[in-house]
């Protein structure tokens, strides 16, 4: 059973900061690609950011230089460093993985539960 687990979303105000942290556990042979989507109300989830195992990145266009994704592969965790906030940046941010649970298994996407971040002052 795999389990991502999601924390450090909340309340900022207007240019403020925020470290999101996404651990996966259970049963893991290896993972892939980890990253962070957005859901704001009445709109579609998008990607915010992901990274590969190797370390390479991307961003959507609106969060390139405020936000930060990074991986400790040891910890099996990812992060995103919000900065500069905006009211716009307020929605629900799921931990997404590509996470392999045995070594023959072809792999699957999970998901955690979702953490809430709003911006408003």
């Known amino acids: 059973q795999v389990q991502l687990v999601e924390s450090g979303g909340g309340l900022v105000q207007p240019g403020g900061s925020l470290r999101l942290s996404c651990a996966a556990s259970?049963?893991?042979?290896?993972?892939?690609?980890m990253g962070w989507y957005r859901q704001a109300p009445g709109k579609q989830r998008e990607l915010v950011a992901a990274?590969?195992?190797?370390?390479?990145?991307t961003y959507a266009d609106s969060v390139v230089g405020r936000f930060t994704i990074s991986r400790d592969n040891a910890k099996n965790t990812v992060y995103l460093q919000l900065n500069s906030l905006k009211p716009e940046d307020t929605a629900v941010y799921y931990c997404?993985?590509?996470?392999?649970?045995?070594?023959?298994?072809?792999?699957?996407?999970?998901w955690g539960q979702g953490t809430q971040v709003t911006v408003s002052s």
């Open positions: 997404n993985a590509h996470i392999r649970p045995k070594w023959f298994d072809r792999g699957s996407d999970y």
């Open positions: 259970g049963s893991i042979f290896s993972i892939n690609a």
């Open positions: 990274i590969t195992s190797a370390g390479s990145t």
